[in-house]
C-alpha cells in the first residue's frame, strides 16, 4: 500500500534497501553535529543501562564517566610521549575525578600538573616494570597453574603483581626461578581460577560420546542443532574437546531439532564458520523463497550451497518420518548434521539428513530454524543481539524488546520515538522496531536515520495492520521511530531494540 507521509515532500515506495529522503519534521528536534567521544553521547542505550546497574551509576554519572575516561585516555597519550623514560604508568582514581601519572623524575611533575592531571613521584619507570614482567613471561612454565593464576603490572604501587592462590610458596619459588628483580615484585593473595572462554560458532563441530554434528546457531543460552544428534540431558563437548554444554531439549523423529545450554566457558556469537579461515555474520531469519541460493556449513565437508527446491517436505527415514523439512540439492555427509544453513546472512535452518554425498552430488534437508526458536522459546543471536521478529506480534503485545515506549494517536497523527527525540547508536548493527497498535486500526512504523541533512526512511512496516515488525541492519548514527495512524485511534506500544 502506499502510504503519504505527513511531513514528506513527496509520497513514496520503498523497495527492501532503498532509502527514501524526506525533510526533517519539526516535530522532533535535529540532532547536533555527531558527538566527539568526550562529550559521553557516543554510547548505545544498553551500554549507558549496564554502566547504571554495574557500576552504580546514575544516566548522567554513566555519560559523565565516559567523557572523563575518554579525556584520561587522550591526556595519556601525550604524557607518554612526552615524558619518555620518565613516565610510570597512568590510572583513574576509584571515583574517575582525577586522573594521576606517575614519574621518576620529580622534576618533570609539572608537566603532568599543566597537563591536568595528578602526578605522583616513584621509583620504577613503566620501561623498567615492563622488563620484570617480560622476565616473568620467558620463566612461565616454572610457574605452576592452580597455584600462580597470573601477573601483571601493578601501575598504582609501582611493582609487578604476581597472584598466589592457596598460599605463597610456589609464587615466590616462581619469582625466583625467574631471576627477576625480587623488589619490584609483589606476591597478592587471590583466589582466581582462570578458565579459557571459547566461542559457540555455527557449523563447528561439538562432540556427543564417540558420535560428532555441527552447531547449528547461537541462541540465547546456547545453539540449535538437530533432535538426532542426542537426547535431553546428554553432555555435549566443543570442536575442542572441552566440556560444552548439555541437551536441554530434542525432538526426534516427527520434528529434527535440538537445543543445548553451554555452559559459562562457552559465548554463543552470531557467525557462522565458512570453511575458508573466516565467518558469515548472522543478521537475521528471513525465509528464502523457492529457487534461491543457499549454503550450508558442517564440520565434515565445510562450506557447500545449492538451491532451495521445497518447502515443507516429509522425509522418511529408516528411524521415522520427520515432516516440515526444507528440500535442497546442496550436498552434506555424515558429521555436517544440525550444521548451520544460510542464505546470504539469513538463519535458514539446521541440516538433518540427505541422500548422496559431495563427491556425487545429493539431495539435502534442513529442519527451518524458525520452528525451533518457536519450539523452545528462543532467540537467535544475531549481529544485532538479539533475534529478528516474527511476522506477527509476540503474545500480549511488543515485549521482550530492550526498550519499551507508548503513546496515542488520533487517525491522521504521528509521533516521533523515543519521546519526540533520536536515539544515538555508536555501532553497526540490526535496529528492531515491534509496534502494537489498537485493534481494528492501521497504524503504521518507519525507521529513519539523520543523513547530515535531514531524516530518511531506511525500513518500514505498512501492511494494513494495527501491528508492524521492523528490522534493519545498519551502521553507526543518529535514528528515530516514527509511528504514524493512517486509519483509526487509540493507544499504541513500541517495542524497539539496537545496537
Known amino acids: 500500500m502506499n502510504r503519504t507521509l505527513a511531513g514528506a515532500a513527496a509520497a513514496i515506495l520503498l523497495p527492501a534497501g532503498i532509502v527514501a529522503a524526506?525533510?526533517?519534521?519539526?516535530?522532533a528536534a535535529e540532532p547536533p553535529s555527531v558527538p566527539s567521544a568526550s562529550s559521553g553521547d557516543a554510547a548505545s542505550p544498553a551500554m549507558l543501562t549496564a554502566m547504571q546497574r554495574d557500576l552504580g551509576l546514575t544516566a548522567d554519572g554513566a555519560r559523565d564517566r565516559i567523557a572523563r575516561d575518554a579525556a584520561a585516555s587522550r591526556t595519556e597519550l601525550v604524557l607518554r610521549k612526552r615524558l619518555g623514560s620518565?613516565?610510570?604508568?597512568?590510572?583513574?582514581?576509584?571515583?574517575a575525578k582525577s586522573f594521576v601519572v606517575a614519574v621518576t623524575d620529580p622534576a618533570r611533575a609539572a608537566d603532568v600538573t599543566a597537563a591536568g592531571a595528578t602526578p605522583a613521584v616513584v621509583s620504577r619507570s613503566a620501561a623498567r616494570l615492563d622488563a620484570v614482567k617480560a622476565g616473568l613471561d620467558k620463566a612461565a612454565?616454572?610457574?605452576?597453574?592452580?597455584?600462580?593464576?597470573?601477573?601483571?603490572?601493578?601501575?598504582?604501587n609501582n611493582t609487578v603483581a604476581v597472584l598466589a592462590r592457596g598460599g605463597t610458596g610456589a609464587a615466590k619459588a616462581f619469582v625466583k626461578a625467574s631471576g627477576v628483580d625480587a623488589a619490584a615484585v609483589r606476591v597478592v593473595a587471590s583466589t582466581e581460577q582462570p578458565e579459557l572462554l571459547y566461542d559457540v560458532r555455527g557449523g563447528d563441530a561439538y562432540y556427543i560420546g564417540g558420535g560428532r554434528c555441527s552447531v547449528g546457531f547461537s541462541v540465547n543460552g546456547g545453539f540449535v542443532t538437530a533432535?538426532?544428534?542426542g537426547r535431553a540431558g546428554t553432555a555435549t563437548s566443543g570442536y575442542n574437546q572441552v566440556a560444552q554444554g548439555t541437551f536441554q531439549g530434542s525432538s526426534f523423529p516427527g520434528n529434527d531439532y535440538a537445543w543445548v545450554a553451554v555452559n559459562a566457558n562457552w559465548t554463543p556469537q552470531p557467525w557462522v564458520n565458512n570453511y575458508a579461515g573466516g565467518n558469515v555474520t548472522v543478521a537475521g531469519s528471513t525465509v528464502a523463497a523457492i529457487g534461491a541460493a543457499i549454503c550450508r556449513s558442517g564440520s565434515t565437508t565445510g562450506w557447500r550451497c545449492g538451491t532451495v527446491q521445497a518447502y515443507n517436505q516429509t522425509v522418511n527415514y529408516a528411524q521415522g518420518s520427520v515432516s516440515g523439512l526444507t528440500r535442497t540439492n546442496a550436498c552434506a555427509e555424515p558429521g555436517d548434521s544440525g550444521g548451520s544453513w544460510l542464505s546470504g546472512q539469513q538463519a535458514q535452518g539446521v541440516?538433518?539428513?540427505?541422500?548422496?554425498?559431495?563427491?556425487?552430488?545429493?539431495?539435502t534437508y534442513f529442519q527451518p530454524v524458525n520452528e525451533i526458536l518457536s519450539a523452545y522459546g528462543r532467540t537467535l543471536v544475531t549481529s544485532?543481539?538479539?533475534t529478528p521478529p516474527p511476522t506477527e506480534p509476540p503474545p500480549g503485545g511488543c515485549s521482550g524488546q530492550e526498550f519499551t515506549v507508548s503513546g496515542s494517536l488520533s487517525s491522521g497523527g504521528s509521533a516521533y520515538q523515543p519521546n519526540g527525540s533520536y536515539y544515538y547508536s555508536s555501532a553497526s548493527g540490526t535496529h528492531r522496531g515491534c509496534l502494537d497498535g489498537p485493534t481494528g486500526t492501521d497504524f503504521d512504523l518507519y525507521l529513519q536515520k539523520w543523513n547530515g541533512?535531514?531524516?530518511?526512511?531506511?525500513?518500514?512496516?505498512?501492511?494494513?495492520?494495527a501491528d508492524e515488525n521492523v528490522?534493519?541492519?545498519?551502521?553507526?548514527?543518529?535514528y528515530r521511530w516514527r509511528v504514524h495512524a493512517y486509519s483509526g485511534s487509540g493507544s499504541y506500544t513500541l517495542g524497539y531494540s539496537n545496537p
Open 22 to 27: 524526506i525533510a526533517a519534521s519539526p516535530a
Open 384 to 386: 544485532g543481539g538479539g
Open 227 to 229: 533432535g538426532h544428534c
Open 453 to 465: 541533512a535531514g531524516w530518511s526512511v531506511v525500513a518500514q512496516g505498512i501492511t494494513e495492520a
Open 141 to 156: 612454565a616454572k610457574a605452576p597453574a592452580p597455584s600462580v593464576p597470573g601477573w601483571y603490572v601493578d601501575v598504582k
Open 351 to 363: 541440516t538433518s539428513g540427505g541422500s548422496g554425498n559431495c563427491t556425487s552430488g545429493g539431495t
Open 471 to 478: 528490522s534493519y541492519s545498519g551502521t553507526s548514527g543518529y
Open 86 to 95: 620518565a613516565f610510570a604508568g597512568a590510572w583513574l582514581t576509584a571515583d
